[in-house]
């Protein structure tokens, strides 16, 4: 993404294309803090709604996975990565990941390793584009790879199939390597590959997740999940270290209990992804705009030409993608409606 700072001075209730993060948060997450917000339960995640958001994480993703909540999707990457690595230990991933990218060195900073990073035409890693950075294996004079982590969806909303997850997991284990996911947006992932969480997770051999909700209408809600229980085991004392032991944990819980309890997950990241589609029809047909990925989850990447880029910023805000082409991103959420999209594309007509 552009690393220019954009003010957004338009009216705050019109809901743009910058971000999902943007977003305000499901009621049904209103309603439930308000249902627990009532008397005192004990601090810290030993409270009757933090288990039951464990054993719903637990529905989701296996009886053998380990989840620990946080509240920010930089801490869960980064202390999932912490978890898995020693200081002379590096972590393989796409060069628009997002601890690549933005996360302002937070995962080299605090777990001591160093990011390898490969470039990708679409985001996604391979085995055979993997393979070259193994190269100093054993030899004490490079930093040793531990970790290979992919996105799912990847930054550039390109969504893993199962089988490339298990032919990564296949790849990494067998050079002793562990693999992460990012899965800030798992669920939009989920509803287009039409599985559930666990079939390309836990069955799919990853060993850490990083399981994010505040994308798809969550407030402040994240959880880190071990597949591999040897890497949970000191886990908590990390966390604690890592600042993300949360005292009044029943409010983290309330919104996991409210996301996968009656799968509002699925239907906010179904209209996300479907409106994705959407923008990505109206657009497509437009002189002077080219699409540039194949729209599987909830992103539209364009290139458009630059000068109307700041002018079309002003009606509807996001972000530039690629300053030098001129490629832009559109992102969905999950109040999304159709009549933003048919707004947003008249303007971009005029436009152009």
Same mark, same amino acid.
């Given at each position: 993404m552009s690393n220019s700072l954009y003010v957004c001075t338009m009216n705050y209730m019109k809901r743009g294309f910058a971000s999902d993060n943007n977003s305000g948060v499901s009621p049904e997450v209103l309603e439930k803090f308000a249902e627990i917000n009532k008397g005192h339960v004990v601090g810290y995640g030993d409270d009757i709604y933090t288990k039951k958001a464990i054993n719903l994480l637990k529905g989701q993703?296996?009886?053998s996975a380990i989840p620990f909540l946080v509240f920010t999707g930089t801490a869960a990457n980064v202390l999932s990565i912490a978890a898995a690595t020693k200081s002379y230990h590096s972590v393989i991933c796409a060069s628009t990941a997002h601890i690549n990218i933005d996360e302002c060195g937070a995962p /080299?900073?605090?777990?001591?390793c160093k990011l390898l990073s490969v470039n990708t035409p679409n985001g996604k890693l391979h085995p055979v584009i993997i393979a070259p950075l193994l190269a100093g294996k054993g030899f004490e004079?490079?930093?040793?790879?531990?970790?290979?982590?992919?996105?799912?969806?990847?930054?550039m909303g390109t969504v893993y199939t199962v089988e490339e997850i298990k032919q990564l997991s296949a790849f990494a284990h067998e050079n002793k390597l562990l693999l992460h996911m990012d899965g800030a947006r798992l669920a939009n992932a989920a509803v287009s590959l039409k599985l559930p969480f666990r079939a390309f997770t836990a069955d799919a051999g990853v060993d850490i997740l990083s399981f994010g909700g505040t994308k798809n209408g969550l407030m402040a809600a994240e959880s880190i999940i071990f597949f591999n229980p040897a890497l949970a085991e000191n886990f908590k004392y990390i966390r604690k270290q890592g600042m993300q032991l949360a005292s009044k944990m029943r409010f983290v819980a309330a919104q996991f209990i409210a996301y996968l309890e009656n799968n509002l997950w699925e239907r906010n990241a179904i209209n996300a992804n479907k409106l994705a589609r959407y923008l990505c029809r109206q657009v497509k047909g437009i002189n002077n705009l080219t699409v540039t990925q194949p729209v599987q989850a909830n992103g539209v990447f364009a290139i458009v030409p630059k000068e109307i880029i700041e002018k079309l910023r002003k009606e509807f805000f996001f972000y530039t993608w690629n300053e030098e082409a001129g490629e832009v991103r559109w992102m969905t959420s999950f109040d999304t409606q159709k009549n933003d999209?048919? /707004?947003f594309v008249s303007i971009l007509k005029q436009l152009l």
């Open positions: 993703f296996g009886e /080299e900073k605090f777990s001591g004079h490079h930093v040793q790879p531990r970790l290979v982590s992919i996105s799912q969806p990847t930054e999209i048919d /707004e």
